[in-house]
């Protein structure tokens, strides 16, 4: 299983970013695909993930973030827009055969990506 992130890069505040996740050896209709993201010195933070189609996100992105998938069935993408300071990170797309109680834990996905860098300027 490979997970390939793209899409980073540097933003002033307010801008909009997307990043994508193309998947190999998954799907999103085997597997639960998400994203999270962690800033220097704090812990992994669950931004927003899919299961069985419906979408999950993490309560300090809801409203600005979006996920959707393409038709391939291995690839996500998260819209960034409104993008704040705090929203600078490392994001990282994970993927699993994740239980719901499990969705918002880093340890309830099996693969991760490399990560991409995303910086929002003030």
């Known amino acids: 299983v490979q997970l390939q992130a793209s899409g980073g890069g540097l933003v002033q505040a307010g801008g909009s970013l997307r990043l994508s996740c193309a998947a190999s050896?998954?799907?999103?209709?085997?597997?639960?695909m998400g994203w999270f993201r962690q800033a220097p010195e704090k812990e992994r933070e669950f931004v927003g993930a899919?299961?069985?189609?419906?979408?999950y996100y993490g309560d300090s992105v809801k409203g600005r973030f979006t996920l959707s998938r393409d038709n391939s069935g291995s690839t996500i993408h998260l819209q960034m827009n409104n993008l704040k300071p705090d929203d600078t990170a490392v994001y990282y797309c994970?993927?699993?055969?994740?239980?719901?109680?499990?969705?918002?834990?880093?340890?309830?996905?099996?693969?991760w990506g490399q990560g991409t860098q995303v910086t929002v300027s003030s």
């Open positions: 899919t299961k069985n189609g419906i979408l």
């Open positions: 050896g998954v799907t999103f209709r085997s597997h639960v």
């Open positions: 994970a993927a699993g055969r994740t239980i719901l109680s499990q969705i918002r834990s880093v340890s309830g996905y099996s693969y």
